[in-house]
């Protein structure tokens, strides 16, 4: 009930004016960014990674696409530019990761996918960090047999061996939520590369500096982004119908 005041007008009741108090106070929450535009973002990880080690690689001096991993471009003086590339294409999956989770909803896969790819995010923001050591030849007057592995060498392969597992896995798990939701092709798509991307991690850390092997691993690379890109792509679709 409402009670007149001398005035004439009425006063709310002390538990309504509470609740107008409480509104007043705390204000409407702003809206959390959407899954579309987590995705988006998500999505452009790969295309710029590819495109700016690619950018270095042809233009430097002495680095071999044959034979040299994209890691050794973070050595030299202007290896600032591929330790950026990686801490923000890191944080630009963990975006997207963050995206997938708020637009895969309950179901197979809704747990775990969303977290082994944050966890490869966060393994390129530490492979950004722990530089990899100079090897075969490159930067310019790096022995062509330098051996020597450092302590930030050693965390930098560690943090790729978690992270391109993690994105391997993330692949297989997301072939389950694809299947489930009645998409084949992309669970054959998602299963494959995440097939083909562990072997052609494991063929170069068995093999580095071998043409075929460090070849196989690129094209891997470039798969396994072309499959990033295009599942971000995806699920930002179906988040905006």
Same mark, same amino acid.
């Given at each position: 009930?409402?009670?007149?005041?001398?005035?004439?007008?009425?006063?709310?009741?002390?538990?309504?004016?509470?609740?107008?108090?409480?509104?007043?106070?705390?204000? =409407?929450?702003?809206?959390?960014?959407?899954?579309?535009?987590? %995705? *988006?973002?998500g999505a452009l990880a790969g295309p710029a990674y590819v495109v700016v080690s690619l950018a270095?690689?042809?233009?430097?001096?002495?680095f071999d696409l044959t034979r040299h991993a994209w890691s050794l471009l973070a050595n030299g003086d202007l290896g600032w530019i591929q330790i950026t590339n990686l801490i923000v294409t890191g944080l630009l999956v963990i975006t997207g990761a963050v995206g997938l989770r708020r637009a895969l909803g309950p179901g197979a896969g809704s747990t775990w996918a969303p977290r082994l790819l944050i966890a490869y995010g966060a393994s390129m923001v530490a492979a950004g960090i722990f530089r990899a050591d100079p090897a075969l030849g490159f930067p310019a007057g790096t =022995?062509?047999?330098?051996?020597?592995?450092?302590?930030?060498? %050693? *965390?930098?392969?560690?943090?790729?061996?978690?992270?391109?597992?993690?994105?391997?896995?993330?692949?297989?798990?997301?072939?389950?939520?694809?299947?489930?939701?009645?998409?084949?092709g992309w669970a054959v798509f998602s299963r494959t590369t995440g097939v083909l991307f562990l072997a052609g991690f494991a063929g170069m850390a068995a093999g580095g500096g071998r043409v075929a092997t460090n070849l196989a691993f690129t094209a891997a690379i470039l798969l396994a982004w072309a499959w990033w890109s295009l599942t971000m792509w995806h699920h930002r679709r179906t988040a905006t119908r």
């Open positions: 009930m409402s009670r007149r005041s001398n005035s004439g007008t009425a006063e709310p009741h002390a538990d309504q004016a509470g609740r107008v108090a409480s509104r007043s106070e705390n204000g =409407p929450r702003g809206p959390e960014p959407g899954p579309a535009r987590l %995705l *988006l973002l270095q690689a042809l233009t430097r001096e002495g =022995p062509a047999d330098a051996t020597t592995i450092s302590w930030h060498g %050693l *965390l930098h392969f560690g943090s790729g061996a978690i992270g391109f597992s993690c994105l391997a896995a993330a692949c297989l798990v997301l072939a389950r939520r694809f299947a489930a939701d009645g998409l084949p």
